[in-house]
């Protein structure tokens, strides 16, 4: 069974840094796409960042500039460096594995985000 187990995730006040990760297995990984995605209260679960398999990265707007994702093939782990952290970023981060050709989309767990002073 395909795991997807984040970790990271915390209290931290506006203006600080996080590093979430995300380590895989079952899965052969660098076959993935590899994505974080958030969802806060009342709202929907959006695209914060993704990177293919073949290092190309996307941002959505909200994050651009301050949040960086990056991935570990060798250790089927991807990353999310979170820097200049407001409280709009408040929420659960799931970390996502999604393979093109065969549809195959994995979630994991989640981890909690706050930001708060």
């Known amino acids: 069974q395909v795991q997807l187990v984040e970790s990271g995730g915390g209290l931290v006040q506006p203006g600080g840094s996080l590093r979430l990760s995300c380590a895989a297995s079952?899965?052969?990984?660098?076959?993935?796409?590899m994505g974080w995605y958030r969802q806060a209260p009342g709202k929907q679960r959006e695209l914060v960042a993704s990177m293919t398999n073949g290092g190309i990265s996307n941002y959505s707007d909200s994050v651009k500039g301050r949040f960086t994702i990056s991935r570990d093939n060798a250790k089927n782990t991807v990353y999310l460096q979170m820097n200049s952290l407001r409280p709009e970023d408040t929420a659960v981060y799931f970390c996502n594995a999604y393979r093109l050709l065969l549809n195959l989309n994995f979630w994991g767990q989640g981890t909690q985000v706050t930001v708060s002073s």
């Open positions: 079952r899965i052969t990984f660098s076959n993935y796409r």
